[in-house]
């Protein structure tokens, strides 16, 4: 076969989401990245939402659909879906990227996994262990994604980590044809151990701790998900000095209270709805993450990234990226409070003594940088394209 060498064409890019926030972390921090990746290499992209701005290299289109016959969160959801795979028709553009409840979508890329594996997750942090059908909006976006998946709705599905795989491959059987792993990678120039000790300064001079003292950070929309809760009954047996810098929960105020509530003042946790992911993970000592289920959480590749250790559980999709003692320990869960409060206190004994290998630490995840991870998802649109 000879290879075609001519130039390829620029393509233009949708993005469909409900609010276009790169600020908020996560999926959508990872849709940021991947759009100025885009326009870098002199694509177009317009991100059609319900609310946002112009940001990250992308145009930006507000999308308001016809408000639906019948009132509700799942007929509103349903016309934001349609109306935004409508408005990038419209547009003309070449191929779509959906990171929510949709329909119909040409690469479909959900950072949460399965929705209903989600839930089964929620209700086990709740202290729920029982299997249960979704009702109300959650039975609506099972749906979705049934449509998707199963459906064909998605001709493409990027899956963040071979866990998300196979719970796609076991709740849909009939998608797997369209399944493709490419694991989430880290901006290695964003987030560098030489970056620490200005983190380090601008991240004390927000807080009441010492300069002496240790800091952990826990970083996360859905924190009961994440398994916060459990984290702060277990720093209460840690006698080391530390402080807990929380960042980014849709309610700031109710941690706050629950943190006081076991007797963690502001003088031990402070608690934020946002700071720079920079200045979170090169400024922290450790990144705590004992989360009951995440599919592949970035926080964990940017703390790696700037030599900050971590400490996990086997439910993060991406908990092989702490692969020696040095970057960190991967706990089975965070229901055995007692190992949480050892591990967390083994670790603080091992900062406190200053025997903390940065460059070993970012060693994990040298080789999942930011440009192969961006390219391999252009190359799953260029193929969509064709």
Same mark, same amino acid.
């Given at each position: =076969?000879?290879?075609?060498? %001519?130039?390829?064409k620029?393509?233009?890019?949708?993005?469909?989401?409900?609010?276009?926030?790169?600020?908020?972390?996560?999926?959508?921090?990872?849709?940021?990245?991947?759009?100025?990746?885009l326009?870098?290499?002199?694509?177009?992209v317009?991100?059609?939402? !319900?609310?946002?701005?112009?940001?990250?290299?992308?145009?930006?289109?507000?999308?308001?659909?016809?408000?639906?016959? =019948?009132?509700?969160?799942?007929?509103?959801?349903?016309?934001?879906?349609?109306?935004?795979?409508?408005?990038?028709?419209?547009?003309?553009?070449?191929?779509?990227?959906?990171?929510?409840?949709?329909?119909?979508?040409?690469?479909?890329?959900?950072?949460?996994?399965?929705?209903?594996?989600?839930?089964? &997750?929620?209700?086990?942090?709740?202290?729920?262990?029982?299997?249960?059908?979704? %009702?109300?909006?959650?039975?609506?976006f099972?749906?979705?994604?049934?449509?998707?998946?199963?459906?064909?709705?998605?001709?493409?599905?990027?899956?963040?980590?071979?866990?998300?795989?196979? #719970?796609?491959?076991?709740?849909?059987?009939?998608?797997?044809?369209?399944?493709?792993?490419?694991?989430?990678?880290?901006?290695?120039?964003?987030?560098?151990?030489?970056?620490?000790?200005?983190?380090?300064?601008?991240?004390?001079?927000?807080?009441?701790?010492?300069?002496?003292?240790?800091?952990?950070v826990?970083?996360?929309?859905?924190?009961?998900?994440?398994?916060?809760?459990?984290?702060?009954? !277990?720093?209460?047996?840690?006698?080391?000095?530390?402080?807990?810098?929380?960042?980014?929960?849709?309610?700031? !105020?109710? +941690?706050?209270?629950?943190?006081?509530?076991?007797?963690?003042?502001?003088?031990?946790?402070?608690?934020?709805?946002?700071?720079?992911?920079?200045?979170?993970?090169?400024?922290?000592?450790?990144?705590?993450?004992?989360? +009951?289920?995440?599919?592949?959480?970035?926080?964990?590749l940017?703390?790696? &990234? !700037?030599?900050?250790?971590?400490?996990?559980?086997?439910?993060?999709?991406?908990?092989?990226?702490?692969?020696?003692?040095?970057?960190?320990?991967?706990?089975?869960?965070?229901e055995?409070?007692?190992?949480?409060?050892?591990?967390?206190?083994?670790?603080?004994?091992?900062?406190?003594?200053?025997?903390?290998?940065?460059?070993?630490?970012?060693?994990?995840? #040298?080789?999942r940088g930011?440009?192969? +991870?961006?390219?391999?998802?252009?190359r799953?649109?260029? &193929?969509? &394209? %064709?």
């Amino acid at each position: =076969m000879v290879s075609d060498d %001519r130039p390829q064409k620029p393509l233009h890019v949708a993005l469909l989401i409900d609010r276009w926030d790169p600020r908020r972390g996560g999926a959508e921090r990872a849709l940021a990245q991947f759009s100025e990746h885009l326009v870098a290499c002199g694509h177009r992209v317009t991100a059609f939402g !319900a609310e946002g701005t112009a940001c990250a290299g992308a145009e930006f289109q507000r999308v308001r659909p016809r408000a639906p016959r =019948m009132p509700g969160r799942v007929a509103r959801e349903r016309a934001l879906a349609r109306g935004l795979v409508a408005a990038a028709s419209v547009a003309a553009c070449d191929v779509t990227v959906g990171v929510r409840h949709l329909e119909q979508v040409d690469l479909y890329w959900p950072h949460g996994g399965s929705h209903r594996a989600g839930l089964e &997750a929620r209700r086990r942090s709740q202290g729920h262990f029982g299997a249960t059908e979704p %009702r109300g909006r959650h039975r609506a976006f099972v749906e979705f994604e049934r449509t998707l998946l199963e459906g064909g709705g998605a001709r493409r599905v990027v899956c963040v980590s071979e866990a998300v795989r196979e #719970e796609f491959e076991h709740a849909w059987p009939g998608c797997g044809d369209r399944l493709v792993v490419v694991p989430n990678g880290v901006d290695l120039e964003r987030f560098r151990p030489d970056l620490r000790a200005a983190a380090s300064a601008s991240l004390r001079a927000r807080i009441p701790a010492a300069s002496q003292t240790a800091l952990l950070v826990f970083a996360g929309r859905e924190p009961e998900l994440k398994g916060l809760p459990a984290l702060l009954v !277990a720093l209460k047996g840690v006698r080391r000095p530390w402080h807990l810098v929380i960042a980014g929960p849709r309610r700031p !105020a109710r +941690w706050a209270r629950a943190a006081a509530s076991l007797g963690l003042d502001a003088t031990r946790v402070s608690v934020f709805d946002h700071l720079p992911a920079e200045e979170l993970m090169c400024g922290a000592d450790l990144c705590c993450l004992p989360t +009951w289920r995440d599919p592949s959480p970035l926080v964990i590749l940017e703390a790696l &990234a !700037a030599g900050t250790p971590v400490l996990t559980t086997r439910n993060a999709g991406n908990c092989d990226a702490v692969g020696t003692p040095e970057a960190g320990v991967v706990l089975e869960g965070p229901e055995d409070l007692p190992a949480l409060t050892a591990a967390l206190t083994a670790r603080l004994e091992r900062i406190a003594s200053g025997s903390v290998d940065r460059a070993a630490i970012r060693a994990c995840v #040298e080789d999942r940088g930011l440009g192969p +991870w961006m390219a391999s998802l252009e190359r799953e649109l260029r &193929a969509l &394209a %064709r």
